[in-house]
T-cell receptor, first 111, second 113 residues
């Protein structure tokens, strides 16, 4: 059973701080990884995707991938109360192209 | 703009009834997916399709069925609704291939009494 694991949280950070969200996956052949944000009562929306080892930056968001350690992370700089949401990590199965989701980490940014 | 729509957005039904949830996408994506989301379980895959006339079972497919007669639609049918199927249901679609983003519909909240 291929799995993606996340700490459920809540992760509480003060406004303006860096929030660090982590994810591990069990399938060594997964090549594509995604971070989704989900507000309460809403559907998931894509924040970032990452396919290569290293960092990928987009505005206040940085995704980090380490395939050797099977580890993906998302950093949110200058966290805002509007960033308060559940963040879902997903890995794409390279064989079937299905997406395997973690259970999500709830982030609370305190004003 | 391309989008995914789901209907109804909210549904209350009784145990034993057949229920169909609609999903329609205008992205022209080949791949479509149905998930259910429950507290503590995250998104769990029910069924998925890679194209017209193609359907596949996901990890929690018992009691559900889908059919794909065109590119745009993948309706999900609960053949005989059970209280354990009370959940939020999300439809998603993506282009074929590795690294393609999944786009989600707004969800359907289903209550089975």
């Amino acid at each position: 059973q291929k799995e993606v694991e996340q700490n459920s949280g809540p992760l509480s950070v003060p406004e303006g701080a860096i929030a660090s969200l982590n994810c591990t996956y069990s399938d060594r052949v997964s090549q594509s990884f995604f971070w989704y944000r989900q507000y309460s009562g809403k559907s998931p929306e894509l924040i970032m995707s990452i396919y290569s080892n290293g960092d990928k930056e987009d505005g206040r968001f940085t995704a980090q991938l380490n395939k050797a350690s099977q580890y993906v992370s998302l950093l949110i700089r200058d966290s805002q109360p509007s960033d308060s949401a559940t963040y879902l990590c997903a890995a794409q199965d390279s064989g079937t192209y299905k997406y395997i989701f973690g259970t999500g980490t709830r982030l609370k940014v305190l004003a | 703009d391309a989008e995914i729509t789901q209907s109804p957005r909210h549904k209350i039904t009784e145990t034993g009834r057949q229920v169909t949830l609609a999903c329609h996408q205008t992205w022209n994506h080949n791949n479509m997916f149905w998930y259910r989301q429950d507290l503590g379980h995250g998104l769990r895959l029910i069924h998925y399709s890679y194209g017209v006339q193609d359907t596949n079972k996901g990890e929690v497919s018992d009691g559900y069925s889908v059919s794909r007669s065109n590119t745009e639609d993948l309706p999900l049918t609960l053949e005989s609704a059970a209280s354990s199927q009370t959940s939020v249901y999300f439809c998603a679609s993506s282009e074929s291939g590795s690294g393609e983003t999944q786009y989600f519909g707004p969800g359907t909240r289903l209550l089975v009494l």
